[in-house]
């Protein structure tokens, strides 16, 4: 039982245009929404979170929009760069429990 | 940010061999911890979480006698793979919460462990 899903499994897009990524969740207990980056043979980096009682969170070139009827949030590269190259995993967690990971979406931004 | 970090960062076993791998928490203290399994191209599961002074707590499907958790201290946990197979081969990884008010967690680099 898949919680959290990331459908694509990877997205190109090129230099200075917008990075769009999405996540779907299935388990309405989750609260806390998390995006993580992560290059081969690293830990995952955090990037920007939400809460559940928000719709918007912004930090610089990162925004992350959270839809809870739809189950869905999304996060917003804008502009993308060649260093935002990565994978990117969507997490979800109640209370401060492990993380639910997604598949992740590998992002390549073509210069 | 907080920092983790991870030891070793990458190891090969023979097969039936232990394994030790340590996480600790460099500028913080962690009553608990995560450890995660990655497996190529694949999502994190999370394994088990590390309890301080306490037993760890493992998911469905993780043999706890296999990966055996001791969180000695407020700053270390540990995950020793005993008798590895080569099935055990995977990357390694564990994370800490960070401050009380915080739902982030800081990972470390992780543990490349390869079983020949």
């Known amino acids: 039982d898949q919680q959290v899903k990331q459908n694509s499994p990877s997205l190109s897009v090129q230099e200075g245009r917008i990075s769009i990524l999405n996540c779907d969740y299935t388990?309405?207990?989750?609260?806390?929404f998390l995006w993580y980056k992560k290059y081969p043979a690293e830990g995952p980096t955090f990037l920007i979170s939400i809460s559940s009682i928000k719709d918007k969170n912004e930090d610089g070139r990162f925004t992350v929009f959270l839809n809870k009827s739809a189950k869905h949030l999304s996060l917003h590269i804008v502009p993308s760069q060649p260093g935002d190259s990565a994978v990117y995993f969507c997490a979800a967690t109640t209370g401060r429990r492990a993380l639910t990971f997604g598949s992740g979406t590998r992002l390549q931004v073509q210069p | 940010g907080a920092v983790v970090s991870q030891h070793p960062s990458r190891v090969i076993c023979k097969s039936g061999t232990s394994v030790k791998i340590e996480c600790r928490s460099l500028?913080?203290?962690?009553?608990?911890m995560f450890w995660y399994r990655q497996f190529p191209k694949q999502s994190l599961m999370l394994m088990a979480t590390?309890?301080?002074?306490?037993?760890?707590?493992?998911e469905q499907g993780v043999e706890k006698d296999k990966f055996l958790i001791n969180h000695a201290s407020l700053t270390l946990s540990t995950l020793t793979v005993t008798s590895a197979h080569p099935e055990d081969s995977s990357f390694y990884i564990c994370?800490?919460?960070?401050?009380?008010?915080?739902?982030?967690?800081?990972f470390g680099p992780g543990t490349r462990l390869t079983v020949t």
């Open positions: 994370s800490a919460p960070g401050q009380a008010s915080s739902y982030e967690q800081y």
């Open positions: 388990n309405s207990m989750f609260d806390y």
């Open positions: 590390s309890n301080e002074g306490s037993k760890a707590t493992y």
């Open positions: 500028d913080f203290q962690a009553t608990t």
